[in-house]
């Protein structure tokens, strides 16, 4: 999809950091930004910093729930307060309703009331709650269920994509089935090659393949799969920071499926 | 002890060592003359054999690399004079350290690496080294034995002078015993292989002695002669080639030191280029850049060469201090000398002389026949006559006793003799591989003296680099694929079902990763000098190991061990890792030219990546658990390799059938056809050479492994010694090679096993290796080795090809020759009688022999088998290598190869001890023993293949099925049995049941199915004319077996098992309700429940979006909402639903998040809800998708209800309604659409908006997706809540909207009953009370 230097990278963050608001109300100011960038890259781009942003507010505020549970409750006027609350403090407002409802319920209630905040006895709360949950597009039900399916269409069109080019393939349940402990999404059943590297498993992620998440990712999965397989190729379907190239041994990475023609594949006559 | 031998072997000789061998003798003994004789760098195999020291400590990888680089560079600077020399030197420190050369197998050999290590690095002490190495005491303790200095000759007498191997009959039996082995100690310990001095007496200084023996020969000109020459070369300037690459511009610079600078990590090539890339010099070509640096590099070199030589001479001085000759030496110029054969005397004796040397080489009567080739071609080679300044005036000798011992003396002679006994040995020279034979034919002198040798040879060549380019164009292309080559995940071996619970097995997955993550950053460090295993990655090691020490993991991550050394032992891909995108062949060309020879040869114990394996067992040194099961793991690795009888290839040999019957370049295996029952006698197995080689690396590292617990450095105490050896007797060796040995001679499989044997043995500690178990394997080895002479085979010879005895020959001589091995196991006493050897022809037929015609029929097989056996024949190569060629060509020396290595195991061809139980088996057993070799092979390979491809058919064909159904049958009984022992009962019931179902599934499939793929295998393998009767007598006994393999395998696992492990936990489990929630499935997702079909236009997440920007605007943004907005929304539900499937949760979700859509509009824009709204939205709601979720199930039950179904459909109903009601809150989307929540959001909002959302409830009701009673219920809850005065008045309003609509309908209906007036009333009750409030 696209490979953003890391000039561009940046200046997309910085934009990101500078906008004041919500982050389901940047994507369109950050697309008239950067017009140049597909749609989903940016969208990606956006989610990842939002999640980064979560994590750096739980990190920072881990050992301070109490305490903003106390400011809500002394914030919590109308349906809406929380997400002032949230705006303020430049956190998702589903990340910030957790938090809160995590002092005063259990993480299996919390779990269930996000998804139903009715659940919740006070009614006030339960508003509010919902009016986070509405407003945000980093975490919640319907986030979950976006993530769930995209990852789920990018996994199908990848395995049409494989299909279609002629390779021949275990697919994750295969693998499951088989009791593998570590599974890429495509295991090769006949190895094939990539611009004269071998290729013995394919790995599709639907996101932005930022540094930091591409780190992770290593270390979870690919490294785990050179180890088990031999080298492959990593799909970020939503473009990546050209800087991973840098970083990656042994795997090829990729921001789209490659053609047919760039494979070179076991013939026979 | 070769005196013994000849009297124990020979006695059908014509008495030859009566008369040939009593002339020769030994006289002199001296130290130095020994000593300098000792350092005669003509022998070849032990003469790198020094870095394995810091190898085996997990030092300095990197520093060794430079050394090593330097040692080549240095050796062909100094000629073998140098060498022997400096021997000398080190020769006259008694140091009593034998016992340290059993910590490594480096120290104390012949150490030409060491010493050329010593002179090249004078910071390192020379004692320091010297009191590791033996060979110094081997000759002090030799020289005592020799007479006790008796004789006394000077060094330069020595030419001939390290003949201590006595055939002196008048020192009688005991001291030429004690002669002998001390002949053979000095042989192992010192690298000479002037074995033709054994046999030639020489010295004017021992003239003493040589008075009292019959013939001596002299040798003083030529040892003056090579003392003078080595001067000269010490002095010569040395001829250096440019060697790009690892020479830096820094290095030139910066380090006066060219060691340094080698393959510092600076300087190492990976830099280099990145350096060169970066300064932005890619216009000028590499040359240019050499070419500019030339007097820097050549400084740098002369540098090196100045300290090296100094070293040099102040030894040489050292060393010949004591040395009466040395003034008369001094100052003498050394004129090479042109080879007249005009001058040869006495051409008859020399060549009775060489026909007797020849012989006693072709017999085996030597530990080493590579030393003797490799002195021979010396000999033939000297340049400078070390007699010159002798008179030879033979009228002057008065018997023939005098002139015989002369003979030698003369240096026509030498060359003459040499030259004879060369072409003796013409055909076991034609043995030796195709680059040896280059290097011998590089001699002028073979050229010119021995033509016919010459030509012989040169075509040998011809055909075996034929036979080497086939091979090697195949090796490039296995070479191109094993840049990180890691060990593949193996699903039958490494799953889940091989560990006994899920904590060990999520251990080993991170154990895997933590094994490879330090796999990897040794191979990006590993280069740098400073950079050191145990300091970098032991911690590492033990955190990996500690992780979890589990035994099945221990295992697990042996075998990980294993397989990983398998796949990188080849070191050919080092750089390889470091070096993408490199032309293979290029690089192996560059590689050559910088490192060849001595990366060739056997110099690095563990070479490559060999030594990351061996660091890893030293870092892991403390857990038992992992190296015990390390042992077991490569053991096994190594015995399924040697026992494999799927890897083995017959090759016929010999006589009526000497072609081989495998196709020349095949690396599959064609199995021999051996109609002919007498062909078998003379069969023998090998195996590929890449497995030749793993077996190596293997057999090596067990001996690494095994002796690891014994070895320690530092000084031995031989009390303590002789207690451990007492009680280490009492145990047997884990590792039963001694059983090994004994079954390959049986299954003729000696080329198979003795190339790793000897790599083991090679590597056990001092102890191990003195233990009664291997004094009693060496009687075995020794008996072999006398066995595999170079005489003609007969039938009851171990190896029937020649170049098979070749290669068992000069593999067990190099192990013979090995320090580490114990002198006294050169014992001829230790000849077992039991195993059949070889009696002597006489003495004219064996050279009759070794004079007939070379067979030209060589085997390409064998001729892999020699490169990978013997890679030590790159250190023979080095010793006999012409010293001109040494200086000015780069000759190849490349001997590695690739381990390639998949198994099958198979059962040991021999040891079927059994009888036959009945008739039918003898007549099954005769059938198949009257089938060829191939069709025994076909038959067990489809025995072992198609038994595993039926059960493993059963297993997902049925077996996996069945389960499931069992366990659905079980939970659904669960539902009606709610005590725990009659569950269990019934439980044992049902899957009884289905067991039975299973056993009958198994007789009907399995059968048909087996009988399918046997004759399908059959067909496909036999060969048409196979008859048609026998075919099917095959297949009946084949599919007879299988079903026995399949009987055990059903009886072992189909039981109850399958369905449960532990029936009583799963019956508790079922109680409880755990087990439940896989029916429920929704909140799961599983493959099962979403398929997306990716060619529609709206995907899933597409459609969130938009829901989830809905609830945004609707939220926060009502007035930018439009009708439109709502209803597209509402219209592309249909199609998610229809073209895709999702997760039922996710059907509950989209219907939930529309209700909140809706309670929104309502709240901040109620005007949008329109009639064409809801209608489109209860039709969305009513899609079949979401009715679990938007009509409750208790209007479904009704009519279910009715259905007449059996009883185990009424428990699933009654299950599913318990279900429903425990998940209530979760899957019905209106359980909560009036609420207080709702309210507080509606507060301060208009009438209209409370009108349209009562609007919006009747519709509800009228739409039945909720009751009037559900309205009751919830209008009730809200007063738990506290409300405003205004809020009140909303609610009863709003109850009061709603009432009025229902009376208005129940007044229209005529059906309506008695519930619902009931409900009316109630409903007037609760907006009487909101009214009621209000007023209070």
Redesign the interface.
């Given at each position: 999809m696209a490979i953003v230097s890391e000039i561009v990278y940046d200046k997309i963050i910085e934009s990101l950091n500078n906008f004041n608001g919500l982050a389901i109300e940047c994507e369109s100011y950050i697309s008239e930004k950067f017009p140049n960038l597909p749609k989903l890259t940016l969208r990606s781009i956006i989610s990842k910093h939002g999640q980064n942003l979560t994590k750096l507010f739980y990190s920072k505020n881990h050992n301070k729930a109490a305490q903003l549970a106390q400011e809500f409750q002394n914030r919590m006027k109308n349906e809406r307060s929380m997400l002032h609350m949230a705006m303020d403090y430049n956190c998702p407002p589903v990340t910030l309703c957790r938090i809160i409802l995590n002092e005063k319920f259990s993480k299996a209630d919390v779990k269930e009331m996000l998804k139903d905040p009715d659940l919740i006895p006070d009614p006030l709360l339960s508003a509010n709650v919902y009016t986070c949950l509405f407003n945000d597009n980093q975490d919640g039900i319907i986030i979950d269920m976006i993530r769930v399916s995209i990852g789920e269409e990018y996994e199908l069109r990848l395995k049409k994509l494989a299909r279609d080019a002629g390779l021949i393939f275990y697919d994750e349940q295969d693998l499951r089935r088989a009791r593998f402990d570590k599974t890429p999404d495509l295991l090769l059943a006949v190895q094939c090659m990539y611009k004269n590297t071998l290729i013995n498993w394919i790995e599709s992620k639907a996101s932005f393949g930022d540094i930091e998440s591409h780190k992770k990712y290593l270390n979870d999965q690919l490294i785990s799969y050179t180890n088990r397989f031999g080298p492959g190729i990593v799909l970020y379907w939503f473009g990546f920071h050209e800087e991973i190239l840098n970083k990656t041994k042994n795997l090829i990475i990729l921001d789209s499926f490659p053609a047919n023609e760039e494979f070179q594949k076991l013939t026979f006559q | 002890m070769n005196e013994i031998f000849i009297k124990n072997n020979t006695s059908t000789c014509n008495t030859p060592h009566k008369i040939q061998l009593n002339t020769i003798t030994t006289t002199d003994a001296d130290k130095s003359s020994v000593g300098d004789f000792d350092g005669r760098s003509s022998s070849f195999q032990r003469q790198h054999a020094n870095f394995p020291q810091e190898n085996r400590s997990g030092k300095s990888t990197k520093r060794q690399i430079s050394r090593e680089l330097f040692v080549n560079q240095d050796k062909s600077d100094c000629d073998n004079n140098q060498n022997r020399v400096v021997a000398n030197s080190s020769s006259n420190n008694n140091n009593e350290s034998r016992g340290q050369r059993a910590t490594s197998r480096g120290v104390g050999g012949k150490s030409q690496s060491r010493r050329l290590f010593n002179e090249s690095f004078p910071e390192i002490d020379n004692p320091s080294f010297q009191s590791t190495s033996t060979p110094n005491n081997m000759l002090t303790r030799m020289n005592k034995s020799m007479g006790e200095g008796e004789e006394t000759a000077t060094p330069n007498s020595s030419f001939f002078s390290r003949n201590s191997l006595s055939f002196d009959q008048s020192r009688g039996g005991n001291s030429s015993r004690k002669s002998f082995e001390n002949h053979s100690m000095s042989r192992r310990n010192t690298s000479s292989p002037l074995c033709l001095a054994d046999f030639i007496n020489t010295s004017n200084a021992s003239s003493k002695g040589g008075s009292r023996k019959k013939n001596n020969i002299s040798s003083d000109k030529l040892q003056q002669q090579q003392q003078q020459q080595s001067k000269v070369n010490d002095m010569a300037k040395p001829k250096k080639r440019v060697m790009p690459i690892t020479v830096s511009r820094k290095a030139s610079t910066e380090t006066p030191n060219f060691i340094s600078s080698s393959f510092q990590s600076e300087n190492n090539l990976l830099h280099i280029t990145t350096l060169e890339a970066d300064e932005s010099m890619p216009a000028m070509p590499e040359r240019e850049i050499l070419r500019e640096q030339r007097d820097a590099i050549s400084k740098d070199f002369h540098n090196e060469a100045q300290t090296s030589v100094r070293n040099l001479h102040a030894l040489i001085k050292e060393n010949l201090a004591a040395s009466p000759l040395q003034a008369s030496q001094s100052g003498k110029t050394v004129t090479a000398v042109e080879y007249d054969e005009k001058k040869v005397d006495r051409r008859d004796m020399l060549m009775i002389m060489a026909k007797i040397y020849s012989f006693i080489i072709d017999m085996n009567y030597v530990p080493n026949i590579l030393s003797e080739i490799s002195y021979l071609v010396n000999l033939l080679n000297s340049e400078y006559n070390p007699y010159e300044h002798q008179s030879q005036n033979y009228t002057q000798m008065k018997t023939s006793n005098d002139i015989a011992s002369n003979l030698l003396k003369n240096y026509h002679n030498c060359i003459f003799f040499a030259s004879c006994v060369l072409n003796h040995q013409k055909q076991t020279l034609g043995m030796l591989d195709c680059t040896t034979i280059r290097v011998i034919c590089v001699y002028e002198r073979i050229q010119t003296i021995t033509p016919v040798l010459h030509e012989h040879l040169r075509k040998l060549m011809q055909v075996k680099m034929q036979m080497d380019s086939l091979m090697s164009s195949h090796r490039a292309r296995s070479d191109a694929?094993d840049i990180?080559?890691?060990?593949?995940?193996q699903?039958e071996t490494?799953?889940?079902?091989n560990f006994p619970s899920d904590r060990e097995?999520m251990a080993?997955?991170k154990q895997?990763?933590l094994?490879?993550?330090i796999l990897r950053s040794w191979e990006l460090k590993h280069l740098d000098p400073l950079w050191d295993f145990r300091a970098n990655l032991g911690m590492k090691v033990r955190g990996l190991l500690t992780l979890l020490e589990h035994p099945i993991n221990m295992a697990h991550l042996a075998k990980l061990f294993t397989s990983q050394l398998i796949i990188s032992c080849n070191f050919d891909n080092e750089l390889q890792m470091a070096l993408p995108n490199i032309d293979l062949s290029k690089l192996s060309k560059l590689r050559q030219r910088l490192v060849a020879p001595s990366l060739f040869g056997t110099q690095y114990l563990f070479p490559g990546n060999q030594a990351f394996f061996r660091d890893f067992i030293i870092c892991s040194d403390f857990h038992m658990m992992f190296t015990e099961q390390l042992k077991i793991a490569l053991i096994s690795e190594l015995l399924q390799m040697n026992d494999s009888s799927m890897e083995t290839l017959s090759i016929v040999a010999w006589g009526n059938c000497n072609k081989d019957t495998t196709t020349a370049a095949a690396s599959t295996n064609v199995v021999v056809d051996d109609d002919d029952k007498e062909k078998s006698f003379r069969q023998e197995f090998i195996v590929r050479a890449e497995t030749i080689s793993t077996m190596r690396v293997i057999g090596k590292f067990i001996g690494f492994v095994v002796s690891r617990s014994y070895s320690y450095d530092g000084y031995r105490n031989s009390l303590v010694d002789q207690k451990q050896m007492n009680i280490r007797n009492f145990i047997h060796p884990d590792f039963d090679v001694k059983s090994i040995v004994l079954r390959a001679i049986g299954d003729r499989k000696l080329l198979v096993t003795i190339p790793w044997l000897v790599e083991y043995l090679s590597m056990l500690d001092f102890i191990t290796i003195r233990l009664n178990y291997y004094r009693e394997l060496f009687q075995i080895l020794y008996t072999i080795y006398m066995n595999v002479n170079a005489l003609p085979s007969d039938e009851n010879k171990f190896c029937v090809m020649p170049q098979s005895n070749f290669i068992v020959r000069t593999c067990l001589g190099w192990l013979f020759e090995h320090p580490n091995i114990p002198e006294d196991y050169y014992n001829p006493g230790m000849m077992l009688s039991n195993i059949h050897i070889a009696s002597s022809p006489p003495l004219a037929d064996c050279i009759k022999v070794s004079n007939a015609s070379m067979n030209n029929e060589l085997n390409p097989h064998l001729e892999n088998i020699l490169h990978a056996a013997c890679p030590f024949l790159a250190d023979f190569r080095v010793s006999m290598m012409p010293q001109r060629t040494r200086t000015e060509k780069a000759v190849s020396r490349t001997g590695r190869y690739r381990h390639i290595t998949t198994k099958i195991q198979d059962k040991p061809a021999t040891g079927g001890n059994n009888l036959p139980q009945s008739n039918r088996e003898k007549l099954i057993e005769a059938f198949l023993a009257s089938q060829s070799l191939s069709v025994r092979k076909i038959v067990d390979i489809t025995i072992d293949r198609v038994s595993s491809a039926v059960i493993k058919d059963f297993q997902v064909q049925h077996m996996l099925s069945v389960r499931k159904e069992a366990r659905s049958a079980v939970e659904i009984e669960a539902l009606t049995i709610k005590s725990l022992e009659p569950l269990q009962k019934r439980m044992r019931q049902v899957y009884n049941q289905y067991l039975d179902r299973l056993h009958e599934l198994w007789t009907e499939d399995t059968t048909a199915n087996c009988r399918k793929r046997v004759e399908a295998a059959f067909d496909a393998l036999l060969p048409v004319e196979t008859l048609n009767d026998v075919k099917k007598t095959l297949i009946n006994i084949t599919i007879e077996k299988i079903n026995e393999k399949l009987q055990q395998w059903r009886v072992t696992n189909i039981s109850m098992e399958i369905f449960s492990n532990d029936i009583i936990a799963d019956a508790t489990k079922l109680i409880e309700g755990i087990g439940t929630q896989e029916l429920i499935g929704s909140s799961r997702?599983t493959?099962q429940n979403?398929i997306?079909d990716?060619s529609v236009d709206l995907?899933?997440?597409e459609y969130?979006?938009m829901?989830?920007?809905n609830?945004?605007l609707?939220?926060?943004h009502p007035e930018t909402l439009t009708i439109e907005n709502i209803l597209t929304l509402i219209e592309k539900s249909e199609i998610v639903f229809n073209k895709h499937i999702?997760?039922s949760n996710?059907y509950r979700?989209i219907a939930?998040?529309l209700l909140?859509l809706i309670l929104?509009l309502i709240v901040n824009c109620p005007e949008l809800i329109t009639k064409d709204l809801l209608t489109k939205l209860f039709n969305v709601w009513r899609h079949e998708k979401l009715l679990d979720f938007t009509i409750p199930d208790r209007t479904k039950c009704n009519n279910d209800e009715d259905a007449n179904d059996n009883e185990n459909e009424k428990n699933h109903r009654r299950y599913r309604q318990q279900l429903n009601k425990r998940f209530k809150?979760?899957t019905f989307i209106f359980?909560?659409v009036i609420?207080?929540?709702?309210?507080?959001?509606m507060t301060g909002k208009d009438r209209k908006n409370f009108e349209v959302y009562g609007n919006f409830l009747i519709e509800l009701i009228k739409e039945k997706f909720i009751t009037v009673e559900d309205v009751n219920e919830l209008s009730v809850g809200l007063y738990k809540?506290e409300w405003s005065k205004s809020t009140l008045d909303d609610i009863a309003f709003l109850v009061h909207h709603v009432k009025s609509f229902l009376s208005s309908t129940s007044t229209s209906s005529t059906a309506a009953t008695d519930e619902n007036a009931e409900s009316h009333l109630f409903m007037e009750l609760v907006a009487d009370l909101a009214r009621e409030m209000e007023n209070f």
């Open positions: - | 694929n990180n080559k890691v060990v593949f995940y699903q490494d799953n889940r079902d097995f080993f997955k895997r990763d094994f490879y993550a997702i493959p979403v997306i990716i995907q899933p997440y969130f979006e829901l989830q920007k609830l945004h609707a939220s926060l999702l997760p996710f979700n939930f998040n909140q929104l809150y979760k359980s909560n609420s207080s929540r709702f309210m507080l959001m809540y």
